[in-house]
């Protein structure tokens, strides 16, 4: 409760002050790039990707908007965020003339023309590809939740010095050959730090830091997750002055 009081607070003061807007922009940038990436299937780039720049601006008019009787600000701003990329991508199709493959068919929820057509055009398949990234997203995100994280959580927790990138992959590969430890991670829902820490060689202190990064990184190697093993390998290495 505390902390969403913290945020009901920050976005009340980032109402009137544009300066505190654009530090509670900085600082949910990870919680707002996971949004657009469960929409889009694709993890966004910042100052590349136009959807993550529409889905910002929608996180800034959700502060505008936001009032304590709306519940819960992430889960409104979740919303909002949604919402505007749903709008976005039905303005494109009607100014191109088209119909959109990912229009829902009877409502937000409903079927998609896209799972309702067999084709084997490459449009299509691109499309499909995209349908199938989002939906593995989805399902690590509530393999996530059982661990108590989020994409978020992981988001901010990845490596930000190559030299810490590559000592959590030495741990990842001493995991890999010892399944024993992963089905500690799956079964028991808990990271084996000491087990992990003795036999990768990698310093415990390194592995309790980067914790969530872990648990992710492990468990996308349990349960298939091919194309959030890929995004996982493809981190960008930033600030590289950071401590590990």
Do not use: W
Request: glycine content about 6%; aromatic content about 6%.
């Amino acid at each position: 409760m505390k902390q969403e009081s913290d945020i009901i607070l920050q976005v009340y003061a980032a109402k009137t002050d544009n300066e505190a807007a654009d530090r509670l922009i900085d600082k949910y940038l990870p919680f707002i790039k996971a949004e657009t990436a469960k929409f889009t299937g694709v993890i966004p780039v910042e100052g590349r990707d136009d959807m993550l720049s529409i889905a910002m601006f929608a996180f800034h008019q959700a502060v505008r908007l936001y009032e304590k009787n709306k519940g819960a600000f992430l889960s409104y701003a979740a919303k909002a965020i949604r919402n505007r990329l749903i709008d976005n991508s039905r303005k494109e199709q009607r100014h191109k003339g088209t119909v959109s493959l990912e229009e829902p068919v009877g409502g937000e929820d409903g079927i998609t023309l896209l799972e309702k057509l067999d084709s084997g055009h490459d449009e299509i398949n691109m499309r499909t590809q995209r349908v199938a990234a989002r939906e593995e997203i989805i399902k690590f995100s509530n393999e996530l939740s059982k661990y108590g994280l989020s994409l978020t959580d992981i988001a901010d927790n990845c490596p930000k010095q190559e030299r810490t990138l590559v000592a959590c992959h030495k741990v990842l590969a001493y995991a890999k050959a010892h399944p024993e430890l992963l089905n500690v991670l799956t079964e028991k829902k808990r990271l084996p730090m000491s087990q992990l820490a003795s036999g990768s060689g990698v310093h415990f202190k390194t592995l309790e830091r980067h914790r969530s990064y872990l648990v992710a990184i492990l468990l996308a190697y349990t349960n298939g997750f091919e194309i959030i093993r890929g995004h996982l390998r493809q981190l960008p290495i930033e600030g590289r002055g950071h401590k590990q």
